[in-house]
């Protein structure tokens, strides 16, 4: 089976202008200045160029960072490239990993997730409302390059099927509730991760970590500015973004 | 043979103390308060703890991050982890990819590189002074877990040997020299990222990027802050590090 | 002659309702729920707040800060507060001080040199577009509270009547070719400040103040976070301005 | 009398060097190549330089922030110019203003105070400590250039004296404790303006402030981000200051 970007095609245009378009689907694509047929499209190999009305457009396949910004379907706010590179780095998560997530979300994470982790690592992913489980699997199916990534549809709460994992990632309300539950699934010194978006789920949550018995790695944010791409008047784009969410990482003390 | 990972321990104390120390070499570990045998040190299992003169220590195994930041020793300024991640991240580095960086400096990014790419995937990284050469495959040298790095001491000014790599990273000082010569070895619509500090370089390098027909997808710097570890007083740390590095990321358009 | 600011409101509201209302010029001012008479809002002493339609308004007086950003009329990027107020500080205007400015821009800054520098002192400045130089004339024409503003409707390539000035603010696209002029009008170790959109432009501003002998004292930018005012959901908000300008503060060597 | 500024210099030498000296002073000022007497240095015009040992040293005369970071002396964390400046701008104070404060601290907001509402204004600090007190004292005398500060050795706990007042400064540790006494002092719609170095603070003062009928303006963060100063190498410094401190800022609703 064709994994779900090699399908995909980004149509880079005048002014900014970019689109990630399925070519799988046939389909007229609007540009900003005509269209062009899907299947067409999928004639042109990436990184060349087709012409509309003396306009250029370039086309590439898509990447994870192209994916997750401009494809995925959302109904929930999602981990960003920006903290999710770091959050995979600061977590340790490399081939072979096996690491859990709670909750799924849009699945935006478990797809950086289960490509990092590659074919012989494993995610596990939760996820209590159905909603966003149907979102997320519809996501992911045949997204995934590697047929790693469990999905459950109920809250950690519940508890948690996994022993010995070597990481896991919590994007949920109360991290507080369930850090005791997740430290059950986690190996010794395993790696834990937190986003919460307010300094108050902060404080909450490093008090819980410190009772848990977690060793608190950091605290931190991380800001990122844009530069206008015009190398003879170079400077920062006008509007950035401000805030995503607070990141806490920890390990596990203990047996 | 064992991965050097396997024999290295991050030392937790108190006041935010932390060190790497190697369990393979019979050795005295000074601590702030006293001091314990790394012979000892090897007996004690990851997440644990031991006591020296009433004070608790906890013992970690050492990851990615703390290799980079706590144990490589470095000649040059190397790619952090705040920048690492997002690099691997915005290059589309997973398991599988074959990528090639240039020059390898320390080794940091290198071996960054090589657990993302995973027992299938292969890295290429040059490196022109034979000092940073030589100091790469010592810090590199069992410590990568899978053996998937291929080491050059010559700049990549006088050729790449690859063709149609996935990626390509260069941490050099001037970058537009060899634009054209890594467009060379990359495949149609690969990834090229590029670290530079100073402005005037960003201008320089987006110039040579467009002469050589590449996508230019962003130019960006991030910036991480801190914060303290203590719930009821909650503040961001009161120095950060203000800038590492302009962050240039391009996609090979054409053949 | 009463000031402009007296005859000033702010009108808060629910929902970050922010307006600024002239009581002096009959009218009926549109608010979210509803619309009051200007003559009405007249009676209301700031402070205080009306009701209609079972939604409270605060009606506050008009201060520098509600006046540059939410009344003032504009066709330039104009100096915003956060800069100006750190301008104010870097070229140590006070009372009694006498400062140049060109360009005028829309007087956003004019305004608040001319109350930073109070009855006793004395602003001069140049605005060579005439479309510029009547918009600030009527945007500073009965606010200003002091009477010590001297408007030019010219370039001060053609020179600066002035001499032995404390100060002097450049916003002008190439400030490096009036350096020389500005010079001329400074005190001895007087202090010049410049703002600047692009890094080619400070670099080229900094060989300049080199060549022209002024001491640089600072090359910054100022970056504001602001945060949603909930206590117990504290975060920042989600955009933020990446951006304004960059400042550029020396001080003149030599006689 | 003269004021203390008048007899304060600014020397200026290689490698970033910068000293603030009192001429007034018999004394050996210590420079990094050699030094000069004091009684020299005042024959020195501001702007002017002077050599020792091949060495050329520039001479300024001393302005308020070369006095706040270079020459005062503080027992306590001041509030620098970078927030200072956004404080003076936010609460409106300009000549003629009658501001209060408390706690005084060291005096260097103070001073800024001072010289910001001018002969005609007026500044009332209040300092619950003897030993700042007399620091303070010692840090204004003969540097206020307008008689405009009445300092008060006590808190403002035991009630404010002032009624009216245009606006209020407040750095204590626990604002939300006073805000009921400030509220008494200010004039309707009067400014209030508070530093606090920690989230919880700010969650707390928010809710007191809202308890206590004021309309939330602004809760931000300032940060500086300085340059080298190399325009063909530009780039911003290795570090910076990631925190200070969070600003609230507020007007008085009712009389």
Not at 37 to 50: R, V
């Amino acid at each position: 089976m064709q994994s779900g970007f090699s399908t995909k095609r980004v149509i880079i245009g005048p002014d900014g202008f970019k689109k990630v378009v399925d070519i799988a689907s046939p389909n007229k694509v609007g540009l900003p200045n005509g269209q062009i047929d899907s299947t067409e499209l999928a004639e042109i190999k990436p990184g060349n160029s087709f012409e509309i009305k003396d306009t250029v457009y370039y086309v590439l396949n898509c990447d994870t960072y192209d994916y997750v910004m401009h494809y995925l379907k959302r109904k929930t706010q999602v981990v960003y490239p920006k903290e999710g590179a770091y959050i995979l780095m600061r977590l340790d998560v490399f081939p072979g990993k096996r690491v859990g997530e709670a909750g799924t979300g849009s699945g935006a994470f478990t797809l950086c997730l289960s490509r990092a982790v590659g074919p012989q690592g494993q995610v596990y992913t939760y996820e209590q409302r159905e909603d966003f489980y149907k979102l997320a699997e519809k996501n992911l199916k045949n997204f995934l390059e590697f047929d790693n990534v469990i999905m459950y549809n109920k809250s950690i709460e519940e508890g948690i099927q996994e022993r010995d994992l070597d990481a896991f990632f919590l994007d949920v309300r109360e991290p507080w509730e369930v850090i005791q539950i997740v430290r059950e699934a986690l190996k010794p010194a395993g790696h834990l991760g937190i986003i919460v978006p307010t300094t108050n789920q902060v404080s909450q949550t490093l008090i819980s970590l410190e009772k848990n018995s977690f060793y608190i790695s950091e605290v931190v944010e991380i800001m990122m500015r844009k530069y206008k791409l015009v190398p003879e008047r170079l400077r920062p784009k006008d509007l950035m973004v401000g805030h995503t969410g607070y990141l806490i990482f920890a390990r596990k003390l203990g047996e």
